[in-house]
T-cell receptor, first 115, second 113 residues
Framework: DSGVTQTPKHLITATGQRVTLRCSPR?????VYWYQQSLDQGLQFLIQ???????AKGNILERFSAQQFPDLHSELNLSSLELGDSALYFC??????????????FGSGTRLTVV | AQTVTQSQPEMSVQEAETVTLSCTYD???????LFWYKQPPSRQMILVIR????KQQNATENRFSVNFQKAAKSFSLKISDSQLGDTAMYFC??????????WGAGTKLIIKP
């Protein structure tokens, strides 16, 4: 167990629907990162939050949004889902402020299937 | 823009052999971190090893070691005495000055019994 908790583990939904993915960072970590990994591909950075504020944005679609709450958990909202949104969505966290010397700690991911 | 290139989409070796996965990167920064992550069939992302650019000594973690060539911007991963459990996707990643990870496309490593 990495300490980063993602729910649900699997999600199957229809096109046009909206889903919410949840992430609880490792205890003490203030930064949360969201990544998308399509089948047999690398990770695409979506967005980062630090202590409730958006810090960096990657290739995140306008249909997607995220937030980090006062208890530091984060949610990624995906709306108007398309078949191409089917992917593994990872959440990662890192310690406090400054450079994460040991990289990020990843959750086990949420497998989203859009049918 | 910073990039990370893994030129080997897939590799396979026999159990107990040594295998080297290559990674090159492009950056104008002088102080950065490099990482190798492993993603087994379970899809969990696991940190294998890290290297700080200001350190000349190559990082080592048990059977895993790196060959870090800063001038050549090369960061290869060597796995010695490979085991079946090493079968996974391996990703090379560069951490920039904004603490963002830039990822390579990955190398699929298959260890054959």
């Amino acid at each position: 167990d990495s300490g980063v908790t993602q729910t649900p583990k699997h999600l199957i939904t229809a096109t046009g629907q909206r889903v919410t993915l949840r992430c609880s960072p490792r205890s003490g970590d203030l930064s949360v990162y969201w990544y998308q990994q399509s089948l047999d591909q690398g990770l695409q950075f979506l967005i980062q939050y630090y202590n409730g504020e958006e810090r960096a944005k990657g290739n995140i679609l306008e249909r997607f949004s995220a937030q980090q709450f006062p208890d530091l958990h984060s949610e990624l909202n995906l709306s108007s889902l398309e078949l191409g949104d089917s992917a593994l969505y990872f959440c990662a966290s890192s310690v406090r402020e400054g450079r994460p010397l040991y990289g990020y700690t990843f959750g086990s991911g949420t497998r989203l299937t859009v049918v | 823009a910073q990039t990370v290139t893994q030129s080997q989409p897939e590799m396979s070796v026999q159990e107990a052999e040594t295998v080297t996965l290559s990674c090159t990167y492009d950056t104008s920064e002088s102080n950065y971190y490099l990482f190798w992550y492993k993603q087994p069939p379970s899809r969990q992302m696991i940190l294998v090893i890290r290297q700080e650019a200001y350190k000349q000594q190559n990082a080592t973690e048990n059977r895993f070691s790196v060959n870090f060539q800063k001038a050549a911007k090369s960061f290869s991963l060597k796995i010695s005495d490979s085991q079946l459990g090493d079968t996974a996707m391996y990703f090379c990643a560069f951490m920039d000055s904004n603490y963002q990870l830039i990822w390579g496309a990955g190398t699929k490593l298959i260890i054959k019994p």
